[in-house]
């Protein structure tokens, strides 16, 4: 396999081309934090959950607390969500104020509440109004401004006219998720959808949507010819799935077996140094076992007693009982 593929777009660069995925209640900064420190030169971008912009501008120290500080050698971003052009703008020039390496908005979130309220997925069925804010933004930001769509709400029909829309209005990087709101996050993502918006438009797409091994990142690629590849619940399985990736791809040894307990310790130390409360953490911290357990990563044979654990001492006892530090059976995804 060749060098890195890294996309260079209008200022932004994404070297590699691998973007973390924004999941709301997943990847705050500790999360997000810990993924982009352990996969060191393996992952281009990220960015914020979404931040929902309803009648009045978000605080800049919120969304400082978002952002959490910098990643050398990553841009991270602010994702927005809304529906006022002006209002979202103004949230812009703040998030830009306290660090944002580019604005990405949200024209895919399917939660009927935000459907609703006509913001996220809802957009991609007034363009005109996708446009403007698009638009807006890119007036109000001075930094790169990115677009994160769906396929289509119910049908798949518009997916280039969406995509050139986002492009014509001044994004320098489109994310396609090629699931359709209907579909919300079920498998697998036809991923010819993400061919169709490539071949639309000339900003680079980053291609979205069922990459669940490294192959897959390389594969989605190939079949798509998208510049670059969004990882989502692949990497709360997985959080080194970017660095397995990079592995594989540079024709390098896999990277030694992660100690998945140790991970978890981290990022629960991370989340109250944050001032999240230990029962909140504690749900975080099953959130991700359980993603873990699924992929692999982890082994409890009792999931039931692990999700019921009172607090972190009770969970992380479970866990080491069948889990000894560098024993995880994580598929690298070396070349074989
Ligand atoms: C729990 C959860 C929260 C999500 N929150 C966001 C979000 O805040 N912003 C966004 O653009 N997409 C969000 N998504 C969608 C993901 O970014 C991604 O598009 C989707 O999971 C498909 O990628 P995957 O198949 O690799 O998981 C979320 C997905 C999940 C599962």
């Known amino acids: 396999m060749s060098a890195l593929p890294r996309v260079e777009a209008a200022g932004l660069i994404l070297d590699p081309a691998t973007y973390l995925a ?10 997000r934090s810990l993924v982009l420190e352990q996969n060191p030169g393996a992952v281009g971008a990220a960015c914020t959950e979404f931040l929902r912009v309803a009648q009045h501008p978000i605080a800049a120290e919120r969304i400082a607390l978002e952002l959490g ?3 050398p050698g990553v841009a991270v971003g602010v994702q927005l969500m809304g529906n006022d052009p002006a209002v979202v703008a103004e949230t812009a020039r703040r998030a830009v104020a306290v660090g944002a ?3 990405d908005l949200n024209f895919g979130c399917p939660a009927p509440k935000v459907f609703q309220h006509c913001a996220g997925s809802a957009l991609l069925g007034e363009p005109e109004l996708l446009g403007e804010l698009v638009r807006a933004t890119v007036d109000a930001a001075g930094v790169p401004v990115t677009a994160k769509i769906r396929a289509g709400i119910e ?7 969406i995509a050139r829309r986002v492009e014509q209005a001044g994004a320098v990087l489109l994310t396609v998720h090629g699931r359709l709101r209907t579909e919300r996050y079920t498998l697998p993502t036809d991923w010819s959808r993400i061919r169709r918006a490539v071949d639309a438009v000339s900003i680079p797409v980053i291609g979205n949507g069922s990459a669940e091994s490294p192959a897959d990142i390389d594969r989605m690629m190939e079949e798509t010819g998208c510049a670059g590849v969004m990882v989502g619940r692949a990497a709360i399985g997985n959080p080194w799935i970017f660095a397995a990736w990079r592995a594989r791809r540079l024709g390098e040894a896999a990277p030694p077996p992660p100690d998945a307990i140790a991970w978890l310790r981290e990022y629960e130390t991370r989340m109250l140094a944050g001032g999240a409360q230990p029962r909140q953490a504690l749900g975080r911290l099953k959130q991700a076992a359980k993603a873990m357990g699924n992929a692999g990563t982890l082994r409890f044979s009792d999931r039931t007693q692990l999700l019921r654990s ?3 001492a009770a969970y992380f006892a479970i ?3 069948e889990n000894q530090p560098n024993a995880s059976k994580l598929d690298t995804g070396s070349p074989k």
């Open 319 to 321: 866990l080491k009982q």
């Open 310 to 312: 009172q607090d972190a």
């Open 155 to 161: 049908h798949d029909r518009e997916v280039e006219e």
């Open 22 to 31: 924004p999941m709301e209640g997943v990847t705050d900064r500790s999360f």
């Open 101 to 103: 390496a580019f604005v």
């Open 69 to 71: 500080d910098p990643v």
